[in-house]
């Protein structure tokens, strides 16, 4: 089946640093989505990426789908310790009926 | 306005019994999602609904699991002879077409002992 690969699992950063994950897949998405976890609650939908080469910010938050549809990263600027949690990112199947999510970068901020 | 809500937050049930986990969508929202997921994985999905149907069931792992939404709003996942590799957060999420982003609810952590 389709499978996201998601990367790096975790990081370790200082605040006020800069964070790149980025998530690649073997199969075309038409749509990307960013969501962000905390322990105990549901993925928060961040941004969602609808074309390919689209490049979308929210706040420190930005994120690019790739041209060739296959894979897609985000960016944090300036990390702050509330950035703490799980990052996932997911694709949306043509039929836009079910979310492939890949398996997560886990983010840790020292203040 | 309100977001996706699931209950119970926190199930437990001994294994071989029979647990129904709720979901209520955001309101005007026909898509609705049940999700999986397993500790330090992403989410999997079990089914997905557009209205009252179920438009596709092909997450759903074996025939102890269904899912109902009779209504077209609020969705039912019922897990029938549970075994404690059902244990996982189940997730709902929601949206207001099938091509649009999903919302998430906080999830019905089940433990079967």
């Known amino acids: 089946g389709q499978q996201l690969n998601q990367s790096p699992q975790s990081m370790f950063i200082q605040e006020g640093e800069d964070v790149s994950m980025n998530c690649t897949s073997s199969s075309i998405f038409n749509t990307w989505l960013w969501y962000k976890q905390d322990p105990g609650e549901g993925p928060v939908l961040l941004i969602a990426?609808?074309?390919?080469?689209e490049l979308t910010s929210n706040g420190r938050l930005t994120a690019q789908f790739g041209i060739t549809r296959k894979d897609s990263f985000l960016n944090i600027s300036a990390s702050i310790p509330s950035d703490v949690g799980i990052y996932f990112c997911?694709?949306?199947?043509?039929?836009?009926?079910?979310?492939?999510f890949g398996g997560g970068t886990r983010l840790m901020v020292k203040p | 306005g309100a977001g996706v809500s699931q209950t119970p937050s926190n199930k437990v049930t001994e294994k071989g019994k029979y647990v129904e986990l709720r979901c209520d969508p955001i309101?005007?929202?026909?898509?609705l999602y049940w999700y999986r997921q397993s500790l330090g994985q992403g989410p999997e999905f079990l089914i997905y609904f557009q209205g009252t149907g179920a438009a596709d069931d092909s997450g759903l792992p074996n025939d102890r699991f269904f899912a109902v939404r009779p209504e077209g709003s609020v969705s039912t996942l019922k897990i029938q002879r549970t075994e404690r590799g059902d244990s996982a957060v189940y997730l709902c999420?929601?949206?207001?077409?099938?091509?649009?982003?999903?919302?998430f609810g906080p999830g019905t952590r089940l433990t079967v002992t």
């Open positions: 999420a929601s949206s207001l077409t099938n091509t649009r982003e999903q919302y």
């Open positions: 990426l609808y074309k390919a080469g």
């Open positions: 309101s005007g929202h026909t898509a």
């Open positions: 997911a694709g949306l199947n043509n039929a836009g009926n079910m979310l492939t």
